[in-house]
């Protein structure tokens, strides 16, 4: 089992992509309304729908992608899905990250910066 390091971001990943977009999907409404408020002074406050399905999709691809990669790690010690995943997570964590900058939420951005380490640390694992 050499890659308990690698399976364990991955399904850091996973859970928290599925979990964010699960709520995207199920609370679409309520999401829209409080992003609208959000980005109310940027460029984006007329795209706010379009912006969130966007980031739902990458969401619903880095989770799926993860959780096929840790797997695949499994199961025959393949990297692929798992890289790809990573990278995808990379992608939709700097898309939100310029949000907040965007938004002046520094906090958020913050909180999202968080996020990137491990993620970075898989691509770099998984490479």
Same mark, same amino acid.
């Given at each position: 089992?050499? &890659? =308990? ?9 996973? @859970?928290?992509? $599925?979990? /964010? ?5 199920f609370y679409?409404?309520? &999401?829209? /309304? ?7 002074k ?5 795209? =706010?729908?379009?912006?969130? *399905? ?6 619903? @691809? /880095? /989770? ?8 695949? $790690? $499994?199961? &025959? ?10 990278v995808?997570s990379?992608i939709?964590?700097?898309? $939100? ?14 909180t999202i ?5 491990p +993620?970075?640390? +898989? =691509?770099?694992? *998984?490479n």
């Open positions: 089992m050499n &890659n =308990v390091a690698s399976i364990l971001i991955l399904a850091f990943l996973t @859970i928290t992509f $599925l979990q /964010s977009g699960y709520d995207k999907l679409w409404k309520d &999401n829209v /309304s409080w992003l609208k408020e959000h980005f109310a940027t460029q984006l406050k007329n795209q =706010v729908p379009l912006a969130l *399905l966007h980031i739902l999709i990458l969401e619903l @691809i /880095s /989770s799926i992608l993860c959780i096929v990669g840790a797997i695949q $790690l $499994l199961m &025959n010690d393949g990297r692929e899905y798992g890289f790809y995943g990573a995808f990379c939709t964590l700097l898309m $939100l990250f310029f949000g907040q900058r965007l938004a002046k939420d520094y906090d958020g951005a913050r910066a968080i996020y990137f380490i +993620a970075v640390m +898989a =691509v770099y694992w *998984l």
